[in-house]
């Protein structure tokens, strides 16, 4: 017993104690523990407390999850505040929730090919080609807006579907398929373009309206909050309850509360701030619901776990009995259809398409933006999120240098030594990991 | 040289019955008129040297291969296999030395994994993970497996915690067959002892158990019988308990007087004269 030190729980102790006695004793501290917590070997972590240390434990081993980026965020924030005091004003965060939309839906897109293990470098391509679809269908062909948009999001279905043919059929690397479709489909967007190669978009249009025009009023914000925070504290604990009945350990009710509370001012704060000017936009409130969606895609689901499992060992999926084509061609068509919501969303924000549009910024914004925010270039690790916090980084970048009237030069190092030391910390977190047995 | 034939005993009992089962590359005849039978609740040690046509025998029987020729009876009807799916459909189970697990999902999604719970609250659309981990701490229990969270990354564990969880994901198909290759290999003395035990706890069960091995220990330790395989073709099924080690390597090299036998054989001289 005093082997076992004060944090562990001997399983059978005793096993005496169990036979002979009063009924109570037949009962043995293994028989009340939870099915989970019974082996001798783990370390006890309960309550409030426990949470937390199991937390910084996993942060030690190398499981770094989400922090980097948080505290990345946090002192590019900081250093923008001080070098120009209305970087945090309520009117630039507004600002900055516009511009990061259509970087973070592409990004979002990236964030699932990185989970196969793949890469898309045709983001920025297909965004572009995407939008001038759009724009010539919309505005020179007449078609009606919603026409034009289902055409410009078929286009990106299709796109992705053809790499996902050449990938599962041929094996031809994905780098290579994409570096193809970077440069074919630029060419297509010139194309369709035509001479003039700019296209306005009506500014009384329901899309440009949506994008640019189109706020959460306070009181809707507010309610939406709560909504969020009720569903997320109910969901916790019908898992609680959920557990609890299957005989597992569930996380006690003061955990829970911490997390609901802490969820309510990480979204309370910044929509306090962001109503102080025209409020929270809706195409931004568009880009939280795909994060969200996406996230629930990749974790609950058969399909993401499908993915999970793909980007971790091909072989051992197949075997498995998983569809890893499928996998990859319905992956490789969601980033295509995101990198094609993406440029819509750009287009209708600068209110029109032009030869530049989803040109190299775009596409190496995007898959910067989905590493700095945390997921692996591996395969097999990463979380919807990340694609939000990337691409808040990658904006606030480009933003606070723009305050600065710093020119494009600066920004492009800057971010260049951002994503630097955002792929230097995946790579000695994945060292760590491995070394802490985690990998 | 004394083989013990083993009863034919084609009557209850009997999951798995191959006859005359013939397998070609090209030019090599990998395996020829290859006889075997299982029963429910038994250890059937595969054994041969390098080259004698196990693998290709446990793939043929998995799916991985069709047999060229000969017939497969499982379960009293002739069935013919023609992929691994259709291998586990039946309840024949393998697993193959790589053992086939994703380093970056927890016990339970490996487990799980291509049979997922679904639960019924969100229309069978979100996973069932309270379920799933209910049964995985069933299963690891029934099996006393030493695993101690399920909710690690399978890279954390040990060899033989990760053949563990290969072997307690080949019994959530319900299988009546279950094929082991190679378990043994690359593990510690202590993890060995503990996949062993395993592999009893799987006999109690009532399952058959087709076990491939290089390690004569371990063959003596857990198999009821030992089916030798010596360049492809049957070379005699023992009885364990009536047989000696000598008598199956010699089986395995194909013959009485070699390095090996001539080895042991000394040795046992020795023993017996130093005791």
Known sequence: MSLHGSGTRPQDANPDQSDGGEPANGTTDAAQLPADLQDERLIARRGVSGAIAAFTSRLRSGDLGSVPVVVGLIIIWAVFQVANGSFLSSRNLVNLTLQTTSVGVIALGIVLVLLLGEIDLSVGSVSGVAGAVLAITFVNKGWPLALSLVASVVLGIVIGLFYGLLYTRFGVPSFVITLAGLLGFLGLQLLVLGKDGTVNLPYDSALVGFATRSFLSPAVAYILIAVVVAAYALTRLQGRRARAAAGLSSAPNSVIAIKAVALALVLLIPVLILNGDRGVSSMFLLFLALVVITDIAVRRTRWGRSVFAVGGSVEAARRAGINVRMIYLSVFAACSTLAAVGGILAAARLVAVSQASGGTDTNLNAIAAAVIGGTSLFGGRGSAYSALLGALVIMSISNGLALLSLDSSIRYIVTAGVLLIAVTIDSLSRRSRQAHGRA | ?275
């Open chain 2, 1 to 275: 040289m004394t083989v013990t034939p083993a009863p034919l005993d084609v009557g209850a009992g009997t999951v798995l019955k191959l006859q005359g089962i013939s397998k070609r590359f090209g030019a090599v005849q990998a395996l020829k008129n290859i006889e075997l039978d299982v029963r429910a609740g038994e250890v059937m040690a595969l054994v041969g040297d390098n080259g004698a046509g196990k693998s290709t025998l446990v793939k043929t029987i998995a799916g991985v291969y069709t047999a060229d020729d000969g017939t497969m009876v499982f379960d009293g009807r002739e069935v013919r296999v023609g992929s691994p799916a259709e291998a586990q459909q039946l309840g024949i189970a393998t697993v193959f030395q790589d053992l086939a697990l994703c380093d970056n999902l927890d016990v339970v999604a490996n487990l799980y994994l291509g049979r997922e719970l679904t639960a019924p609250s969100a229309r069978g659309r979100l996973l069932d993970e309270v379920e799933m981990e209910r049964q995985s701490w069933e299963l690891l229990r029934q099996l006393s497996a030493k695993i101690p969270s399920v909710r690690i990354p399978v890279a954390s564990l040990s060899g033989g915690q990760r053949q563990t969880v290969a072997i307690a994901r080949s019994l959530l198909g319900k299988p009546k067959v279950v094929m082991l290759d190679e378990p043994t290999a690359a593990l510690g003395v202590a993890q060995t002892a503990e996949v062993l035990n395993l592999v009893e706890r799987l006999r109690e069960r009532g399952l058959a158990v087709i076990l491939i091995s290089h390690n004569m220990a371990d063959v003596m330790a857990v198999a009821d019988r030992v089916a030798v395989l010596r360049l492809g073709r049957n070379n005699g099924v023992f009885v364990v308990s009536e047989t000696r080690t000598q008598d199956i390597i010699a089986a395995i090299t194909g013959a009485t007087d070699n390095a090996v036998s001539e080895r042991a054989a000394r040795r046992s001289r020795e023993e017996g004269s130093a005791s």
